[in-house]
């Protein structure tokens, strides 16, 4: 089993940064690709960012240059590096730890809210 602990969320004003961190335990951390996903109220959750084992990362276009995905195998944690915030950036945003293969599994952290409100 993976257990993933979100933090760092909270409010910011529009133009505003935050920096989300998640922390994994269980399982082996540097097999597994890592994700960030958000989800607002009456919307579908959405991926932000994801980070595959050998450090590539990739965006959708709703993030791309503002938002940076990064990971540390050592302290086994993923962070989100968020600037430039707007609005429509507010979100409860969910760490993923994802593992492929012949034996796919998906592993979600709690949450943690992301208000971005002058």
């Known amino acids: 089993q993976v257990q993933l602990v979100e933090s760092g969320g909270g409010l910011v004003q529009p133009g505003g940064s935050l920096r989300l961190s998640c922390a994994a335990s269980?399982?082996?951390?540097?097999?597994?690709?890592m994700g960030w996903y958000r989800q607002a109220p009456g919307k579908q959750r959405e991926l932000v960012a994801v980070?595959?084992?050998?450090?590539?990362?990739d965006y959708p276009d709703s993030v791309k240059g503002r938002f940076t995905i990064s990971r540390d195998n050592n302290k086994r944690t993923v962070d989100l590096q968020m600037k430039s915030l707007k609005p429509e950036d507010t979100a409860v945003y969910y760490c993923?730890?994802?593992?492929?293969?012949?034996?796919?599994?998906?592993?979600w952290g709690q949450g943690t809210q992301v208000t971005v409100s002058s």
């Open positions: 269980g399982g082996i951390f540097s097999i597994y690709a």
């Open positions: 980070v595959a084992s050998d450090d590539r990362a």
């Open positions: 993923n730890a994802h593992r492929g293969g012949n034996w796919p599994r998906d592993y």
